[in-house]
């Protein structure tokens, strides 16, 4: 493993069972993420995207251990971390912290907002009550929030400001790597600028990595420098950014890609438009999981999963066609 690598993935899956009659026996399994791979290295913002149901926040859920694998690894600075007992994960989890899409559901509405900041340290045993209110206040400046918010409950802030707080939470401890599940998509455009030239700027003064998850394109095209994009559980294309928003190879990437509004008006983008729904992840389609969807599927997608295979310059695609 190379050295500047910071998470390793590795074929990670994550099942639950579903469970039916009268004894609730295992009837079946939603194949939420089914065998995905990918690293990230120190510094880098790695975009994970798709469609609502293909598994995205679940691979950003199962990599902090909020729920669990069903096979596969997860190595952080080469540590298994799913070989960690509940102490030495508790002791890692401070480098490793989340950022939700709705700060408010994660936010008491009965504790100020300061509090709820400087509670990850008092909890962890970092430092005293007096301390950590003081670093809550210098996280809620660096945030771009005032000291005096410190002591204001979450009813009164904006979407915006509310994200501002989830990201001064997830900063308290001085995590080396965050997982951003959709931080964004719940903002209006002009909050969601703000909020991602945050993450940037937070990044350069900060080292930061990021998994940054999101269903759109247009917004990870920012912010990150590698992306991956998923479909029904599965890894369909990665590579980095701007070779993939160059050179799309895979069906689907095209497809979401044709949405992506483009700034320079004489270069168009055919729309692609996907025919269907996303099919379920408790009985997904034989063979390639896109044929169902997919405008150039042939006989062979319907029956054989196309490999998962290395295109050069770090570029990965499973189509039968490429
Ligand atoms: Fe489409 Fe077939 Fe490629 Fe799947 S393998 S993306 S169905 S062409």
Redesign the pocket.
Known sequence: MASDVLLEVEDLRTYYPIRGGVLQRTIGQVKAVDGVSFVIRRGETFGLVGESGCGKSTVGRTILRLVSKTSGSVKFRGTNIYELNKAKLRGLRPQMQFVFQDPYSSLNPRVKVGDAIAEPLIDHGLCGKAEAMERAKEVLQLCGMAPYHYDRYPHEFSGGQRQRIGIARALILQPDFIIADEPVSALDVSIQAQIINLFRDLQEARGLTYLFISHDLSIVEHLCTTIGVMYLGTM?ELGPKCELFANPL???TKALLSAVPVSNPETRRERIVLKGDLPSPANPPS????????????E???T?V?DYRDMGGEHYV?????
Request: charged share 15%; glycine share 4%.
């Open positions: 369909m895979h069906p689907y063979g390639c999981k896109f044929h169902t969807r997919c405008p150039l599927a042939v062979q997608c319907r054989e196309p499973a189509c039968h066609l490429v």
